[in-house]
């Protein structure tokens, strides 16, 4: 079981930055794959970045501004989200799932989620 709670959410301005933060229980943290989602109001769930064992995956809207990276020895995974844009705006979901060799990019792969933080990026 792994329970997972994000933080780092908030207001900013159209070019700024935010990193969210996911912090996760269990003793296997390392042996997990991570990844983030989002929803945006009236939109469906879209992966933001996930990863697997060797690989990582980026939607092409976020491709260039975020970055995801974890520290296995503090149990949490990180999206640095630079250049933000108001379609950027939506509540942030992080994922995690058992070792995949490839990252999983929809919603229904992933058994564990975290209860979402909110991200507004005003023009």
């Known amino acids: 079981q792994v329970q997972l709670v994000e933080s780092g959410g908030g207001l900013v301005q159209a070019g700024g930055s935010l990193r969210l933060s996911c912090a996760a229980s269990g003793r296997t943290f390392s042996s997990y794959a991570m990844g983030w989602f989002r929803q945006a109001p009236g939109k469906e769930r879209e992966v933001v970045a996930a990863g697997s064992a060797d690989k990582i995956y980026y939607a092409d809207s976020v491709k260039g501004r975020f970055t995801i990276s974890r520290d296995n020895a503090k149990n949490t995974v990180y999206l640095q989200m630079n250049s933000l844009k108001p379609e950027d705006t939506a509540v942030y979901y992080c994922?995690?799932?058992?070792?995949?060799?490839?990252?999983?990019?929809?919603?229904?792969?992933?058994?564990?989620w975290g209860q979402g933080t909110q991200v507004t990026v005003s023009s």
């Open positions: 994922v995690a799932d058992r070792a995949r060799l490839t990252p999983g990019t929809r919603w229904y792969e992933y058994d564990y």
